[in-house]
């Protein structure tokens, strides 16, 4: 059986199941788990959690990208489009597959789920409004994804799961660069798109900061952690993102976003007065900059941006190629 050293120290509940205890014994240890019969109900029940939520999220891309097709300025911004919505798609596939020997089917959770019950986050239920803003959202939101794939892939106790993601990985790396080399362009090109990279990066990177959830204080699961599903906990993935965002944004001289960089620490941080959480006028598509409760931002997610439930309706009816090419 493959191992690896661990870095967690563990640290259990008192009234665990033997079966539990003794499951965590091997993956505290460095044991990766590969057989579906090793999976005790606890730890089955995590793991397919945490793929349903990633699988059905990787579906919304596509529902949310199509909306920048006819808003590309020529062929190759369309194909550039269409690979990212190939690729999120078999990225659903890949995790779907493995979801499958949970017993639970991949097409029912695309095309039969409730489409007010589908799991998304809220960006991608706001239509693209130019192709600026798309690449835009893939340097700094396809930035954010990978986070949590990666943190997946290079420390999941489950070894199928960690197999699984290395394509994925691959390919998100290559969305967000392919999303910086367009933002770069666009910001060096002219006044008219610097102001849309601009308009397009006080939209998107809020959106970035929130994308891991509540803080690690009000955590009321931690059950990821602790099987080792995942190592990095909302913060640290947030904090991650965060200075790997900001030293890329820094790069284009003159453009705005809500950090700064602490000198006596060398790490960026989030700027005072920005609102942490906040939520987003669903007619405006703007921002209200108000610090709201992280349960009323939650209630917010689920309740979803402006395309839900239309966006998921049409794609169960499967009703898409009519404006491609």
Avoid at 71 to 88: R, V
Avoid at 220 to 247: E, H, P
Wanted: aromatic letters at 12%.
């Amino acid at each position: 059986m493959a191992t690896e050293k661990s870095e967690v120290q563990m640290d259990l509940p008192d009234n665990l199941p033997e079966e539990e205890r003794a499951l965590l014994e091997r993956i505290h240890a460095g044991e990766l788990i590969e057989e579906m019969s090793d999976l005790t109900p606890r730890y089955r029940a995590v793991l397919e959690k945490t793929l349903t939520i990633a699988a059905q999220g990787e579906v919304t891309v596509l529902t949310w990208a199509h909306t920048g097709y006819d808003k590309a300025p020529d062929l190759g911004a369309k194909i550039a489009i269409s690979a990212s919505i190939q690729d999120e798609v078999g990225h659903a596939h890949q995790q779907g597959m493995l979801l499958e020997r949970f017993g639970v089917s991949m097409q029912e959770k695309a095309f039969n789920e409730d489409p007010l019950r589908y799991i998304s986050f809220p960006i991608m239920e706001f239509p693209v409004r130019s192709y600026i803003e798309f690449v835009v959202a893939q340097s700094l939101l396809d930035r954010s994804g990978r986070y949590t794939t990666w943190d997946i892939e290079l420390h999941c106790s489950f070894a199928p799961y960690r197999r699984a993601l290395k394509k994925v990985n691959f390919e998100e790396a290559f969305h967000f660069r392919h999303g910086a080399y367009w933002t770069e362009y666009y910001w060096n090109h002219s006044e008219e798109t610097r102001q849309a990279v601009q308009d397009a990066i006080d939209w998107i990177f809020p959106w970035g900061i929130q994308w891991y959830g509540r803080p690690d204080n009000m955590k009321s699961m931690n059950d990821q952690i602790t099987y080792q599903v995942r190592k990095w906990s909302n913060d640290t993935m947030r904090g991650k993102w965060l200075q790997n965002a900001c030293k890329w944004l820094n790069r284009l001289k003159g453009a705005k976003f809500p950090a700064y960089f602490d000198e006596e620490t060398s790490t960026w941080r989030i700027n005072d007065d920005h609102p942490v959480p906040m939520n987003a006028n669903n007619e405006t598509h703007e921002w209200n900059r108000e610090v709201v409760g992280w349960d009323d931002m939650i209630r917010y997610w689920k309740s979803g941006g402006p395309m839900r439930p239309s966006a998921y309706e049409r794609l169960q009816r499967e009703e898409w190629g009519e404006l491609l090419w």
